[in-house]
């Protein structure tokens, strides 16, 4: 497969757990993750889901809002859900997540599941891990994007891009973690 080491490292493989919690990222095209973590509770995977996702001025509301309405309207029951409508950024989808959590319980020893677009389920899972308890086991249920499949890409130049711009904040915000072969291939498909 071309370019099998970037894809292998961004986009992640899905492995849903039976979780405590679900944590979807929210995103202007908030449908599919809305889907998927609809799926996850059809299977009784989910847990409580938190919506997470703030202002959006494309919507006219924050992301999280207007997916726990639209869950709610899907047959989700109120207490199965929560939301967090202040998020700005990947780093507050966590830790207002954690916030919310420990509200309602001890954070000693969590499963959580993550939903999020493909090429942004190995920075989801990073941050993650950085915000929530060692001890935290975490599930990843991704979906791709409208505009490419995770293992293309590279064939479209939003793919290059998005990919590109996503190894880029993995280095800056957690530097080290991208191998080095993953940034020579990532040169090679963007060149």
């Not at 509770?41 to 919506?51: E, H, P, S």
């Not at 060692?134 to 994007?145: D, E, Q, R, V, W």
Request: net charge neutral; charged share 25%.
């Amino acid at each position: 497969m071309a370019f099998d080491r970037v894809t292998d490292f961004l986009f992640l493989e899905d492995c849903e757990i039976k979780s405590d919690f679900t944590v979807v990222l929210g995103m202007t095209k908030w449908e599919r993750p809305l889907a998927r973590a609809v799926s996850l509770f059809n299977k009784l995977l989910a847990g409580t889901i938190i919506f997470s996702g703030g202002w959006n001025a494309e919507l006219r509301r924050s992301e999280a809002e207007l997916m726990a309405a639209e869950a709610e309207a899907l047959g989700v029951p109120r207490s199965q859900f929560c939301y967090d409508p202040d998020s700005r950024n990947t780093f507050e989808n966590f830790t207002n997540s954690l916030a919310l959590i420990r509200k309602t319980r001890s954070v000693e020893l969590l499963s959580i599941n993550i939903v999020a677009i493909g090429f942004h389920t190995r920075r989801a899972l990073l941050t993650a891990q950085a915000v929530f308890p060692l001890s935290t086991s975490f599930g990843i249920a991704g979906y791709p994007s409208v505009h490419y499949g995770n293992k293309e890409w590279f064939r479209t130049e939003r793919g290059k891009n998005d990919v590109a711009a996503e190894i880029a904040k993995i280095q800056r915000y957690f530097p080290g973690a991208v191998p080095v072969d993953v940034v020579r291939q990532l040169q090679e498909a963007t060149g």
